[in-house]
């Protein structure tokens, strides 16, 4: 009877699983797509990310080569051969232990010299990017245009001068759009646009550029709308565009590249909201990587340190937001802060991100390399070095300031 009941049970489950994917088991891609080779998970920490790398079945050398990233040039042929020279001497000349340290030195060697990034071509991709207003987003939109991608650069208003400095600079491949990632009717007026342009070429990728912070301040000093609006365009809208996008992406098995912050990765000063939401979306991206990776759609992270971007300089717009922050909070907490720890946070602030680096090119170096790698890192974090000393410092001051203000309060 047990046996019977436990083989209607497993019965019902697997017809009650086909009901929901009849044609489709569960983690394996769809029917029109070839499914994955057998592979073997190789983890590599840092920069490189995963890979997936095909086991062949033969031990052929030439056939283990062909489903990596080793391109055979004339420097890498060179090197095998002189590997192949040096196991013989080591093999004649050196006791075992010897030998072979110095072939494992040597092999690491290659591998550092002579691997090469396989790198897709660009001809009829497409790629859509957000928040082209300024900043990452207008310099990708730019660098993608002169590569030969055809490009649609999301802005919030087709008259700003980054709009305007786009028309411009860039061919006429490049397509503008305007959108707000707060605005669901934007966002489907975008996905039909996409949809309806990229029905011949197909689109290869999505990049997550648009972000939003206006508050600088602790946690309990943030007003929720603060909290409310940050997630709103830094993980909601970064959510209903991306699955409005998966079914072209997953006919193209293409890339999304998503613009998130070392905020998200760990506790940074006065940056509660922002750091909250962009851990939300670092998260939900790690999510997306594993379940998409059956249809071959690769998912990176970048994590810039402090640059030059947007509003982030712009002393007026800081002191505007400080003083409606200011006219916001409630007077016990005010008291308990002080309106001194506020105006120091925000006057450092300030004073760190004007040494913030102005040079952009390395964090579109890496969305390239995220979107026509062959096998792009996962995470690449970028951590200028002015920043990082700036960064420390500034960090030491906010907490011996919040210190002396809790002084203050204890003596009053």
């Given at each position: 009877?047990t046996?019977t009941?436990?083989?209607?049970?497993?019965?019902?489950?697997?017809?009650?699983?086909?009901?929901?994917?009849?044609?489709?088991?569960?983690?394996?891609?769809?029917?029109?797509?070839?499914?994955?080779?057998?592979?073997?998970?190789?983890?590599?920490?840092?920069?490189?990310?995963?890979?997936?790398?095909?086991?062949?079945?033969?031990?052929?050398?030439?056939?283990?080569?062909?489903?990596?990233?080793?391109?055979?040039?004339?420097?890498l042929?060179?090197?095998?051969?002189?590997?192949?020279?040096?196991?013989w001497?080591?093999?004649?000349?050196?006791?075992?232990?010897l030998?072979?340290?110095?072939?494992?030195?040597?092999?690491?060697?290659?591998?550092?010299?002579?691997?090469?990034?396989?790198?897709?071509?660009?001809?009829?991709?497409?790629?859509?990017?957000?928040?082209?207003?300024?900043?990452?987003?207008?310099?990708?939109?730019?660098?993608?245009?002169?590569?030969?991608?055809?490009?649609?650069?999301?802005?919030?208003?087709?008259?700003?001068?980054?709009a305007k400095?786009?028309r411009?600079?860039?061919?006429?491949?490049?397509?503008?759009?305007?959108?707000?990632?707060?605005?669901?009717?934007?966002?489907?007026?975008?996905?039909?646009?996409?949809?309806?342009?990229?029905?011949?070429?197909?689109?290869?990728?999505?990049?997550n550029?648009a972000?939003?912070n206006?508050?600088?301040?602790?946690?309990?000093?943030?007003?929720?709308?603060?909290?409310?609006?940050c997630?709103e365009?830094?993980?909601?809208?970064?959510?209903?565009?991306?699955?409005?996008?998966?079914?072209l992406?997953?006919?193209?098995?293409?890339?999304?590249?998503?613009?998130?912050?070392?905020?998200?990765?760990?506790?940074?000063?006065c940056?509660?909201?922002?750091?909250?939401?962009?851990?939300?979306?670092?998260?939900?991206?790690?999510?997306?990587?594993?379940?998409?990776?059956?249809?071959?759609?690769?998912?990176?992270?970048?994590?810039?340190?402090?640059?030059?971007?947007g509003?982030?300089?712009?002393?007026?717009?800081?002191?505007?937001?400080?003083?409606?922050?200011?006219?916001?909070?409630?007077?016990e907490?005010?008291?308990?802060?002080?309106?001194?720890?506020?105006?120091?946070?925000?006057?450092?602030?300030?004073?760190?991100?004007?040494?913030?680096?102005?040079?952009?090119?390395?964090?579109?170096?890496?969305?390239?390399?995220?979107?026509?790698?062959?096998?792009?890192?996962?995470?690449?974090?970028?951590?200028?070095?002015?920043a990082?000393?700036?960064?420390?410092?500034?960090?030491?001051?906010?907490?011996?300031?919040?210190?002396?203000?809790?002084?203050?309060?204890?003596?009053?």
């Open positions: 009877m046996g009941r436990g083989s209607r049970t497993q019965g019902k489950l697997q017809q009650d699983l086909g009901t929901a994917r009849p044609t489709q088991p569960f983690f394996s891609p769809p029917p029109s797509q070839k499914p994955l080779p057998p592979c073997t998970r190789v983890g590599n920490s840092g920069s490189t990310g995963e890979k997936l790398i095909q086991q062949p079945t033969s031990g052929n050398l030439l056939v283990r080569l062909s489903h990596t990233d080793l391109l055979l040039t004339p420097a042929f060179l090197y095998l051969v002189l590997l192949v020279l040096l196991q001497l080591c093999d004649a000349y050196l006791p075992l232990f030998g072979v340290g110095f072939t494992s030195a040597a092999c690491c060697f290659v591998l550092g010299r002579a691997t090469q990034r396989r790198l897709l071509p660009v001809a009829g991709k497409a790629i859509f990017i957000t928040g082209c207003d300024s900043g990452f987003g207008k310099e990708t939109a730019r660098h993608l245009d002169s590569m030969g991608f055809k490009v649609f650069a999301s802005v919030l208003d087709l008259e700003s001068s980054g400095e786009l411009q600079s860039c061919s006429p491949r490049l397509t503008l759009l305007e959108m707000d990632l707060t605005k669901t009717e934007d966002i489907q007026r975008a996905l039909q646009l996409i949809q309806t342009q990229t029905k011949s070429t197909g689109l290869w990728g999505l990049v550029n972000g939003f206006d508050t600088i301040a602790d946690a309990e000093l943030s007003p929720l709308c603060k909290f409310r609006i997630m365009v830094n993980f909601f809208g970064s959510l209903e565009l991306t699955k409005g996008l998966l079914p992406l997953r006919s193209s098995a293409g890339r999304i590249v998503t613009i998130s912050s070392p905020a998200g990765d760990m506790p940074y000063p940056l509660a909201a922002y750091g909250a939401s962009k851990a939300a979306l670092g998260l939900l991206m790690d999510t997306f990587r594993s379940e998409l990776q059956p249809w071959g759609i690769k998912v990176s992270l970048i994590l810039p340190g402090y640059f030059k971007t509003t982030t300089c712009d002393l007026q717009f800081w002191h505007l937001k400080k003083q409606q922050l200011l006219a916001s909070l409630p007077t907490l005010l008291q308990a802060y002080g309106e001194e720890y506020i105006e120091e946070i925000n006057r450092q602030f300030v004073k760190f991100m004007k040494v913030a680096v102005e040079d952009l090119s390395t964090v579109v170096t890496s969305i390239t390399d995220a979107l026509i790698s062959a096998n792009p890192a996962t995470r690449f974090l970028h951590k200028p070095q002015t990082q000393s700036t960064g420390a410092k500034t960090t030491e001051q906010c907490q011996e300031r919040m210190t002396f203000t809790h002084r203050l309060g204890e003596v009053v």
